[in-house]
């Protein structure tokens, strides 16, 4: 499965973003992620092939993650951004499992992308 980003860009404290990823392939959990150098990779959300999305406390009532089946089209959007959102943001997908659950454990999730940047500046 190969997972292609797009839609990172430089935005405005207190703006709005909208990122997107194309799935080559159709799967249970799809998910984004985001890391900064020198920090751990933090899962912000999940959502399942029948809709139902868990969020990070960090991004909840801020960010909304859609899927559109059966082309596994993954979107987050990002608003009320702050400048502590900024990072690369990496789409990523597995096969079965508890999604959200899952949203916390990178390891367990099989094919990522390359990543789009995101940055909150004035």
């Not at 499965?1 to 935005?11: I, T, Y």
């Not at 993954?74 to 400048?83: C, G, V």
């Not at 990496?90 to 959200?100: E, K, L, Q, T, V």
């Not at 990522?112 to 995101?118: E, L, Y």
Request: glycine residues 14%; contains cysteine.
């Amino acid at each position: 499965v190969q997972l292609v980003e797009s839609g990172g860009a430089l935005v405005q404290p207190g703006g709005s973003l909208g990122i997107s990823c194309v799935a080559s392939g159709g799967a249970h959990c799809m998910g984004w992620f985001r890391q900064t150098p020198g920090k751990r990779r933090e899962g912000i959300a999940a959502i399942e092939r029948n809709g139902t999305a868990t969020y990070a406390d960090s991004v909840k009532g801020r960010f909304t993650i859609s899927r559109a089946n059966p082309r596994a089209i993954l979107q987050l959007e990002l608003n009320n951004l702050k400048p502590e959102d900024t990072s690369m943001y990496y789409c990523a997908s597995r096969s079965g499992g508890f999604c959200g659950y899952l949203l916390h454990m990178s390891a367990a999730w099989n094919f990522w992308g390359q990543g789009t940047q995101v940055t909150v500046s004035s």
